[in-house]
């Protein structure tokens, strides 16, 4: 039988975030903005397949750092969740608050129980009728929740997109100049990425439309935008789209 | 350890929404509640019935139509139901049988597309949203033994071959793909025999949409339980097209155009059908 050594609540808990952050730091970083058209997702991500961004909801998108397999059990459980809901309720029933708060109880019962925390940080985003009205959870491995406004930067070296994205920022931003503002900031993290040649076959960007009915004859606000019109996206400067 | 692991493999080869529901939420699926009739076939007076849906491929793309009315013995339960319904952007999906049943079906349906949709990041083969469907449809065999069956008819525009094709099913959860069009519901003989006069291979949409107005009319003309177009209550069928641009309503001003053509020719003709 082993003995184990007293290690301190504290000293624990301490351990395990330095863990889950060196995890997370290591990865590339994630942007999230809340603008006019709605809510953009942009990820430095050289795989076409494995996604970092993915749809929930019909106004709910998912965006992650960290482990691949961790983010990806979490985001399947979260469609599971809100099909579920929707099913059993109504589609309108299902909000990233109640997924948010969910996914909070999950990684916070991960972070103080389990051997290992989830080396994830999670945007939920809800897109609403006007930018005042979308919603930007952000979830961290102890299950901490934020409400943020605005703009998240997760992963990589978030400080330093941070510091670029705050002056290119505004709610009102179209599509385009949002994802430029985010592209133009993920260029300039000086981390060990693509760095400045970072182009569209090395991004991942999705959108959340304000209003995919109207535009698209949809209720299913979450879209991929591909490689031919992101270049056109990252190219029209002066016209926009 | 390793083995439960391995184990989550094989548990993954299903990303089914209802197989979840089945294992975590049995008591949100309509085939899962037991009722025991005193008699076989007792259910069938209890709830209303969904009647007549036709199908039809057209160049380019599938069509499908369903009547308004909806019947419990020998009254009218509803003179405007809905039957016809996209399941997802290259799929329609129309229903006869026990209306309540078959409206839980046809929403379990869609959330099992778009499901696996999401969770897999891709769309799931036409065959493969049939093969669901028909599995559906058995599981819900013990009521339909009750009186209680649903039968639907199936219909989408296939991505790789670029065609239309439709499927039909039994209670059993057989599936048998139809060639050129097809129809199920108390109206289903007579519309089939409008459908044979009128269906010619390469129709354009309207015409399509003509022919399905037509056949739904020569089954109201001849079941109590198939509605007509309702002319005072301004009530058109309800009609879906899928092609390689998606599915789409076709809207009730059209309708009414070809509603009231079909009725005006047939008036002047003044014949006896």
Aim: net charge negative.
């Amino acid at each position: 039988m082993t003995q184990q050594f007293y290690v301190s609540p504290e000293q624990l808990m301490r351990d395990r975030a330095d863990f889950a952050r060196k995890g997370i730091g290591r990865g590339r970083s994630v942007i999230v903005l809340s603008c006019r058209d709605g809510i953009a997702l942009v990820a430095e991500n050289p795989s076409p397949s494995l996604h970092k961004l993915g749809e929930i909801y019909d106004r709910i998108a998912f965006a992650a750092v960290g482990k691949y397999n961790e983010f990806e059990s979490l985001r399947q459980a979260g469609i599971r969740y809100a099909d579920v809901r929707g099913y059993s309720y109504d589609r309108e029933d299902v909000t990233a608050r109640g997924l948010a708060s969910v996914y909070a109880q999950s990684l916070g019962a991960v972070f103080t129980a389990e051997s290992k925390p989830f080396e994830v940080e999670l945007v939920v985003a809800e897109v609403g009728e006007q930018p005042a009205t979308d919603h930007l959870y952000r979830l961290t491995f102890d299950g901490s929740i934020a409400d943020e406004k605005g703009f998240v930067v997760m992963g990589g070296a978030a400080e330093a997109v941070v510091e670029v994205l705050r002056s290119s920022f505004s709610e009102d931003l179209d599509f385009p100049e949002a994802v430029r503002a985010a592209v133009h900031s993920l260029r300039q993290d000086g981390s060990t990425g693509a760095g400045p040649q970072l182009g569209p076959e090395s991004l991942e960007v999705a959108v959340l439309d304000r209003d995919p009915e109207v535009a698209r004859g949809t209720h299913r606000a979450f879209r991929r935008i591909g490689i031919p019109e992101l270049e056109t996206m990252l190219t029209s400067r002066e016209s926009p789209v | 350890m390793p083995e439960e692991a391995a184990a989550a493999v094989a548990r993954a080869a299903s990303t089914s929404f209802s197989d979840h529901l089945g294992r975590h939420h049995p008591d949100l699926l309509a085939s899962r509640s037991r009722v025991d009739f005193p008699a076989q076939g007792a259910g069938r007076a209890l709830a209303p019935h969904a009647t007549t849906i036709v199908s039809l491929t057209f160049a380019g793309g599938v069509l499908m139509a369903g009547d308004r009315r909806a019947t419990m013995g020998n009254v009218i339960a509803s003179r405007h139901i809905e039957k016809v319904f996209p399941a997802d952007m290259f799929s329609v999906l129309g229903i006869a049988g026990t209306a309540g049943i078959a409206l839980d079906l046809t929403r379990l349906f869609q959330v099992e597309l778009e499901h696996y949709e999401k969770i897999e990041g891709t769309r799931m083969s036409l065959d493969g949203k049939a093969n669901r469907l028909a599995a559906m449809v058995r599981q819900n065999l013990p009521m339909a033994l009750q009186g209680l069956a649903v039968v639907p008819l199936f219909a989408g525009y296939d991505t790789s071959r670029h065609e239309g094709r439709l499927f039909s099913f039994d209670v059993t959860g057989g599936r048998y793909e139809e060639q050129e069009h097809h129809s199920v519901g108390s109206g289903s003989a007579f519309a089939r025999g409008s459908l044979k006069k009128l269906w010619k291979p390469n129709l354009d949409e309207a015409s399509a949409v003509q022919v399905a107005v037509e056949a739904l009319y020569d089954a109201a003309d001849d079941d109590s339980a198939t509605g007509g177009p309702d002319v005072v209550r301004e009530l058109w069928p309800v009609v879906y097209t899928v092609n390689s641009a998606g599915t789409r309503r076709i809207p009730d001003r059209e309708l009414e155009t070809t509603a009231r053509n079909v009725i005006a020719s047939r008036s002047i003709a003044g014949r006896e059908a």
